[in-house]
């Protein structure tokens, strides 16, 4: 796989949990560290998504932010 995008973490699916139409998918990046993504049902099925499978979490975002009490 080759994509422009930089922010590219390594993870294991932890469990795919699909709804009507979008799935939640969590993914263990390791050090405790849990990212959930909202996925269409389809692209789960496309990429075969299922716990325990190796996977890639990709990040792009316009703005990240940062708050504090």
Do not use: P
């Not at 973490?9 to 009507?20: M, Q, R, S, W, Y």
């Not at 139409?21 to 969590?26: I, K, L």
């Amino acid at each position: 796989m080759r994509i422009s995008a930089r922010n590219q973490i390594k993870g294991t699916v932890l469990e795919v949990t699909k709804g009507a139409t979008t799935s939640h998918v969590r993914v263990d990046i390791g050090g405790g560290q849990i990212v959930t993504s909202s996925i269409t049902n389809e692209a789960v099925d496309d990429l075969a998504l299922k716990a325990g499978g190796k996977c890639v979490v990709v990040v792009k975002a316009s703005d990240v932010m940062i708050a504090v009490d």
